[in-house]
């Protein structure tokens, strides 16, 4: 007889290579052709609803790395809520206005932007977006993320766009919109204003000055003619010079130096002197700012005067205490000019060039212009000093490219009207991390304004007229209209018709009294339109809620996304739009550095899951602290595989010993199962309520680590190992068998739900190899509750694994000292240095098993024992020979004269299980 016939061996058609660049592509196709993601929102209907609203993408290239942990994450809860009952349904989003598309359709289309109308231009731009939406959709759905792709949320649909102007005009209503003229952001290569979201700081090499302006009228303090310098870092701003600031209640000194007298402030004047290389200064005067009001200077090459003006913003941080005041250009400016009845003068037009406004510079870049208003006022005179400096300014963010400020007429959000109220609601707020409540409390706390038209043509147009006196005209008839315009027609309707077409019937206005009206032709600021997905999204589709419970994004988003939906839902409705902030880091290399082209260090979402399958990218997301910036290379993704590797060899293994296993006709009730198996059952139980309590803190590193770990050390390193000696050798229907297998069949079955939300694809196909399930897909299922496992001493079990490490470091020590090969062929002694050691040891029936040894001795003592921790142990080579069956050392071998070769176990076994 083959002893291995009789054996009951693993079998299992689960493969152990996941192979799953191949095999994802069809299970999603698998997914969708059964409709699963409909078919759990069925299962969980009536179930407390819980929403993710999903932060928009921009609709613009393909996806990168960044975009692959959002939306990974994303899944992740929702999946998690869907199955610890919840009603979670997913609606995706994507923003699809802004500068980009019109850019990519100029550049990479090729489009003659000025050979077509408004309207012609819109319609491409809209194309194009929904090519790009239907390109990001496929890359996200490959990365295994469930949702309701069919119908996500665009921000260029009619219901969008239309639920937008409802915003608008309740935000106008309450009084929170005005136009005004006030120096906003410009963007001269968007040729657009920028709100303060949309702008980064970058280091940037500016010329330093120093500029003398002689005082023509010293208002009985100054005789005249003295110079009072003032420090800029932008010299194109001196032809938009106005006036000099003094803070009222600083001290003001003036000083001799070569027959030459200046004013500076005396705070200051110690550092100036260093400056300008000044050699012994006298202070001939002193005076308070307060007394030097309305003194006047005249500029430095116009025939102009520069008034002296009191303003608060007046530091002695930097500079000289007199500050260069041009209202056009700087909006503390702009305030002490306006209090002066100063109007602010912006000779700098659309694109950064100079006009007629600023003689002697026409036509020239604001930034060329530095060089050349430099020379001319060396050329006056008035330029005492000239060097460079590198500082942090202010940037478009889009192009990357410098800023200025530019007074312009624009549409502003008066955020100051309702600033305590959101101040209120970042307090309410859950914020994950817990820094989020004061980065985004200390951004709003200092907020005026929020400058909201756009001087583009790809976006929601701001719904105003004008009557004929240019008097803005927007009410809550003419809001409706528009908003109905827009539902029915889109926001094209805007720029297809004649203001007096998008009017409603019969409108009437004191401000026109001929009937004559003009339209606004700015648009809305593209996070007016994103912000507003509260009222679009979880107000008007089914299945919602305002607020949702959370918001999701990248940490960059406190100033963008978070926070224009808190601003325009504060305003609408007093409340937040949302429960939970949770804010991601950004994605690096390997080093650390961050991801660019030229470095060549970039890692593309589409190449990894070609290469290594998206349940690898995933389980990297779910293997990093991502509240803070993440790495990612290919060594990264590689120990990620082996991990990947270690958890679905652990569940083949299970799967393969559970091949004639029913779990209804087989399992042992609980409380007859062997104690081991309840103790494994109880360690599950552990890691099921450490889990859980990690996805309810939206903590995914625990979750990796303690399954991974589980897998590992609880099941690999001993349940499944030992249990071999069991589950190989004894009769199919031995108790002690059936109770190991009931205990890995729920072992099995709970791990796959607690990994289903983090590696969908690979849980899914564990799924169909388990015996007696009954749902189409574990994705159709509920993760289990921790539960208290029957009739257990936990605490024998716990110090049990304890002292069995003491007895596999005597067993290792052995094995280097060539005493044993492998384990089985060891004989133990174990001598307790305690009660506990000894009350334990002593009541195992199959302590031998647990040890993987052939035989294990608890004695009161041995002159051959090494001391350990728990216990003395002495290993010696067991003097039986080796059952052919079961490879237990024993001297029972040969006793029986059927099957010489076996030990009385396994003789026992074959003959009552496979001799005729």
């Not at 693993?10 to 699963?36: A, C, H, I, S, V």
């Not at 009937?515 to 507003?532: A, H, L, N, P, R």
């Not at 739009?577 to 690096?588: D, M």
């Not at 006793?895 to 176990?905: F, I, Q, Y």
Request: net charge negative.
């Amino acid at each position: 007889m083959d002893y291995k016939d009789t054996l009951l061996m693993p079998k299992t058609d689960f493969p152990m290579r996941g192979n799953l660049p191949n095999k994802e592509p069809k299970r999603q196709e698998q997914w969708e052709e059964n409709n699963l993601y409909q078919k759990g929102l069925e299962r969980t209907k009536g179930r407390p609803l819980f929403i993710l609203h999903d932060g928009p993408p921009y609709a613009n290239g393909d996806l990168h790395i960044g975009h692959a942990l959002n939306k990974i994450l994303k899944d992740f809860i929702t999946r998690y809520k869907s199955m610890t009952g919840y009603h979670a349904p997913y609606i995706p989003g994507w923003d699809t206005h802004g500068l980009p598309i019109e850019t990519a359709l100029t550049k990479k289309k090729k489009v003659k932007r000025k050979e077509m109308s408004t309207a012609e231009f819109r319609k491409l731009c809209a194309d194009y977006a929904l090519e790009q939406i239907d390109n990001q959709r496929t890359q996200f759905k490959a990365l295994g993320v469930r949702g309701d792709w069919d119908n996500p949320y665009i921000t260029l649909t009619k219901d969008y766009e239309a639920a937008q102007i409802k915003v608008f005009g309740e935000m106008a209503k309450k009084g929170y919109i005005y136009k005004g003229l006030k120096p906003v952001y410009w963007s001269p290569s968007s040729e657009s204003a920028l709100a303060e979201a949309e702008i980064e700081y970058h280091d940037k090499r500016s010329p330093s000055i120093y500029v003398a302006f002689e005082v023509t009228d010293g208002k009985g303090l100054l005789e005249g003619g003295e110079k009072i310098i003032i420090w800029t870092t932008t010299p194109w701003t001196i032809p938009a010079n106005l006036g000099i600031s003094f803070h009222p209640d600083l001290k003001y000194a003036v000083v001799e130096v070569n027959d030459q007298k200046y004013v500076v402030a005396n705070a200051l004047l110690e550092s100036v002197a260093e400056e300008l290389e000044w050699n012994d200064p006298k202070v001939v005067k002193t005076f308070k700012g307060q007394e030097a009001d309305k003194i006047v200077a005249k500029h430095p090459f116009y025939d102009r005067d520069s008034l002296v003006m009191l303003g608060e913003h007046v530091t002695t941080e930097a500079g000289t205490g007199c500050v260069h005041t041009a209202p056009g250009h700087g909006e503390d400016d702009f305030v002490v000019g306006k209090s002066y009845g100063i109007e602010p003068l912006s000779p700098v037009d659309d694109r950064g060039y100079f006009t007629s406004e600023a003689p002697g510079f026409e036509g020239l870049f604001y930034d060329a212009a530095n060089k050349a208003i430099t020379e001319k006022l060396d050329e006056s005179g008035a330029l005492l000093k000239l060097s460079f400096i590198t500082h942090s300014y202010p940037h478009d963010w889009r192009t990357k490219k410098p800023t200025i400020f530019r007074a312009t007429s624009q549409w502003f959000a008066s955020i100051k009207d309702f600033r305590q109220d959101i101040l209120g609601e970042i307090k309410r707020i859950n914020w994950h991390p817990t820094w989020g409540e004061t980065r985004l409390y200390n951004m709003v706390r200092d907020r005026e304004d929020w400058c909201i038209s756009r001087q583009r043509a790809w976006g929601v147009p701001i719904p105003v007229f004008y009557g004929e006196d240019g008097t803005p005209i927007i009410t809550d008839k003419t809001i409706e209209h528009v908003s109905a315009l827009f539902a029915e027609y889109g926001s094209n309707v805007w720029f297809e018709r004649e203001a007096k077409d998008l009017l409603p019937d019969g409108f009437t206005s004191e401000h026109s009294p001929n009937g004559k009206f003009t339209k606004e032709t700015d648009i809305m600021d593209v996070w007016f339109d994103s912000g507003s997905s509260h009222e679009a999204v979880l107000c008007n589709r089914e299945d919602h809620k305002r607020p949702a419970d959370v918001y999701l994004e990248g940490s960059d988003q406190y100033r963008g996304w978070f926070n224009s939906s808190l601003s325009t839902a504060v305003a609408v409705t007093g409340k937040a739009p949302y429960e939970n902030i949770i804010s991601h880091g950004f994605v690096l290399d390997g080093n650390g550095r961050k991801m660019s082209k030229s470095l060549g260090n970039v890692m593309v979402p589409a190449k990894v899951q070609k290469q290594l399958g998206s349940d690898i990218l995933r389980l990297w997301v779910s293997s990093v602290d991502y509240q803070a910036d993440v790495r990612i290379s290919n060594d990264i993704l590689k120990q990620t595989s082996e991990a990947y590797r270690k958890i679905r060899n652990t569940f083949r293994f299970m799967l393969a010993n559970l091949a004639d296993f029913d779990p209804k006709a087989d399992s042992v009730p609980e409380q007859e199962m062997e104690e081991v198996d309840r103790y494994m059952l109880h360690r599950l139980q552990q890691v099921v309520k450490d889990v859980r309590e990690s996805y309810e803190q939206f903590e995914y590193s625990p979750i990796f680590h303690q399954i991974h770990n589980f897998c590992a050390v609880d099941l690999s390193s001993f349940y499944l190992d030992f249990a071999k000696d069991v589950l190989y050798i004894e009769a199919k229907d031995n108790k002690r068998r059936r109770s190991i297998q009931t205990g890995y069949y729920e072992t099995l079955t709970t791990l796959v739900k607690l990994l289903t939300p983090i590696i969908p694809h690979t849980m899914d196909e564990v799924w169909e190899y388990i015996p007696g399930t009954e749902a189409e897909s574990v994705q159709l299922t509920d993760i289990p509750e921790p539960r208290k496992i029957v009739d257990l001493d936990e605490e024998k079990w716990d110090h049990f694994m304890n002292v069995r490490n003491d007895i596999y470091k005597a067993l290792e020590e052995a094995r280097n000292e060539k005493i044993i090969g492998k384990s089985l062929e060891a004989k133990i002694v174990i001598v307790p240095k305690d009660e506990q050691t000894k009350d334990v040891l002593t009541s195992m029936d199959h302590l031998h098993q647990y040890l993987i040894v052939s035989e294990a001795a608890v004695s009161d003592g041995s002159t051959a024992a090494k001391e350990y921790k728990y216990a003395d142990v002495a290993v010696e080579k067991h003097p039986g020979e080796k059952c052919e069956r079961c490879w237990v050392a024993s001297e029972t071998v040969g006793e029986d004269t059927d099957h010489p070769e076996l030990c009385s176990r396994c003789a026992e076994v074959v003959k009552e299980n496979y001799t005729a």
